[in-house]
């Protein structure tokens, strides 16, 4: 058997080898300090009050979920160099469009990760497999591999905050790296709290998770009215902070490997025809992006009534008023309201 730090070494040259970025080792020990944040912040309650369900306060107690855990080795996936089309990014979060967040097990970020798992357990490492996420910033910042933000986003120096963090926790104690628990933001920075179009950032790392666009995306409730305008053309996840961030600026600048895939599903990308989506559309454009959180189609249809009512074009005025036939009344309010809003001159 290979002693703790030989062991150590030869993951973290697959997880280079498979194209992870960054990885670092750290305890399976309980986040005692992020449990007591979360129940400090009342609007947090609807991921703290709901049990065996993965949410956030889960994954605080590896000990109560997987008690045989001695270590968290955690990786950072980063698609900073993604040059991506313009077509797409008014639209959809680039975490989204780079399919790397809790990725499909077909998709090649999905294999990446699939084959790291298979690496670990070729090693004769167990590890935890069920629905509870232990909290991956917090864990890899611990881990040494990220820093953070004041927009509560993740950070390395070589990819800014276009990153995705995965996280295994394994029965097999490994040599620990020392952690990066600070945040690198200068101090009298702004420029993230300034950008957010629906103000969801209150303080330096400090969200107002019910304002975030992305929340307002995959909500089945009556989005505000308040709020709508502030979303833009936002219909799954926003970059508005990351975009503006100045620690972002260097990476966004040196982007330039085009993703042929994105550039194909370009072609086909249109909002009108997912206010009015059909199963096929949704298969071939949307899903293959937009598989995270939303599986109600008549909320992508919500989303792109908003969408086109704040686009300003009035060419979309016929294909909102066939949106009205929609049985959901979610998707009719707001193509009404879109129409009221484009028809005002």
Sequence with gaps: ????????????????????????????????????????????????????????????????????????????????DILFPEELTPYVGRAYLSRSYRPLEESSCGLRVNAFKDFIKSLGISMYEGGIIVPERMACARAGVITYGKNNFAYTEEDGSFI?????????????????IICKCPPDCQECIKACPTHAIAQARRLLPLNCVLRNNLSNMVIPYELRECLGTKIHGCDACQLACPRNKKVLANASKKDLFLEELKKDFDLERILLLDEKYYQNVVYPIMYNYIRDMDLFRRNAAIALGNTGDQSHIPALKKALENANPLVRDVAQWAIDKLSVK
């Excluded at 305890?27 to 709901?50: C, G, H, K, M």
């Design 164 to 180: 995705i963090l995965y996280t295994f926790v394994v029965d097999t104690e490994l040599e620990c790296d020392e952690p990066t």
């Design 1 to 80: 058997m290979m002693d703790k730090k030989e062991l150590t070494k030869k993951i973290k040259m697959k997880a280079l080898e498979l194209g992870f970025s960054k990885i670092g080792t750290t305890t399976a020990d309980d986040f005692v300090e992020y449990e007591q944040e979360l129940n400090s912040r009342p609007d947090y309650t609807p991921w703290i009050n709901t049990p065996g369900t993965g949410y956030l306060i889960d994954g605080c107690r590896p000990s109560t979920f997987y008690p045989e855990g001695k270590s968290i080795i955690c990786t950072v996936y980063g698609f900073s």
